[in-house]
C-alpha cells in the first residue's frame, strides 16, 4: 500500500537565500580575506549537508564544526573526489577529541587547538599535523589563556611541530558594536598572536564580527547566524535575507459558545464569540512555551495572537479579527516572511540560534531554491 502523506507542518529551507548571503559576507570583505562557513549543530539545525554543498557550489572552501562526526558529515556531503586538507577545509571547534587522533588525520580534519591538552592530544613523532590554535581574549570559554600563550610563545619549538594553518579567537559581544569588549579583544588578540613570534594567518570575526570593520577581518571570517538569515547587528536593520519558512496547518477552528477558559491549565480565558483556531505545531516541533500569550502566527496574512498554553503538538491562535475565512488545512506561518525568525526570538526571550536548532524534529525539511 502507498501512503501519501500530507504533512501537518512544512519546514523550508532556501538555499539560495543561504547562497545569496554568503556571497553578501564575503563581499564584505577586503581582497585576501577568506570566508568561512559555520555548519556546527547540523547548520543551526538547516542541514548541514545541503548547506555545505550550497555554499561549496559558491566557492567557499573551509568549513567549521562542533564535533568530529559533524565533520564526517561535510565531507560526506561534498564532491567524493575533493580531499579534505587539499581542496577544502573541515574544522572541529571541540578540538582533537570525541575520536582518536589517528581518525582525524584519517579523515583529513583540522581539529582547533584550545588548550595545552589538546596539543598534546595532536602532536605527532612523524609529521606536522595542521591545527588551528585558539587563543583566548576574554570570552573564558574555549581557547589558551593569556598565560599559557605566553608559555607557548617562549617555547617556539612547540608550535613548529605542527602546521599551524590559522590562529583564531572568538569575540563575546560581537552583535553590540557598541560594547567595549569588542575593542579590547582585538587588541588582546593582535598582542596575543604578535608574541608567538611568527606571522600566522588570523581568524577573529564571527557573524557579528564582520560588521564591526575590516580591523576585525584578518585572514579567515566564521560567520554562522548570518548565513541563515539571523540579523548579525540587533538593532539595526537586518542586511540578511530569511532562509526559513516554517508553517504549520489549521486543524480546526472553533467559535466559543460556551465561555471559559482555553488549553492547558485553564490558563486562558474565553468569551462567546471569539474564534479561535488549533495549529499543528507545539513544543515538540520547538515552537517555545515561553511564546505562550506572547507568540503571534499568520493566517491568511493576518497576524494572529497565540493565546493559552503552547501545547506539545498544538497552539491556538485567536483569529476572531480574521477578516478572510479560515478552514482546516490552511497555513498558519510560524516563522517565515511575515515574521522573521528574530522576531519570533524576541517574542520567546531568546536568540534566534536557539528557535533555528530547535525546529524540525518532528517536520521533515525540503529545500527550495528561488532562483
Ligand atoms: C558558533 C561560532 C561561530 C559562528 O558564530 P555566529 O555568531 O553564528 O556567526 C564562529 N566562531 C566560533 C568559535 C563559534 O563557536
Redesign the pocket.
Known sequence: MTIHAKPLARLVIDLDAVARNYLFLQKQLQLGADC?A?V??DA?GLGAAEISKTLFDQGCRHF?V?QFEEALEVKRALPPEKMPGNDFSVYV?DGPQGATAEDFETEGFVP?LNSPDDMARWTSSTRKRPAVL?LDTGMN??GFSARETEKLAAEAEALKSFDIRYV????AC??DPNHAMNKAQLENFKALSAALGRPFRL?L??????FLGEAYHFDLT???????G?N?RPGIENPMQGVVTFEGSVLQTREIDRAGSVGYGAAYPVALGQKYAIISVGYADGYLRSLEGRGTVVIAGEKCPVVGRVSMDSIVADITQVQAQVHPGDAAEIIGEHQPVDDVAQQAGTIG?EILTGLGKRTKRSYRRTA
Open positions: 568561512a559555520v556546527k549543530a543551526y567549521f562542533a571547534l582547533v585558539h570559554r574555549l583564531m579567537s572568538h569575540l560581537a552583535d581568524s570575526a564571527n557573524s557579528g564580527g564582520m566564521r560567520p554562522g547566524c548570518a548565513l541563515y539571523i548579525p540560534y
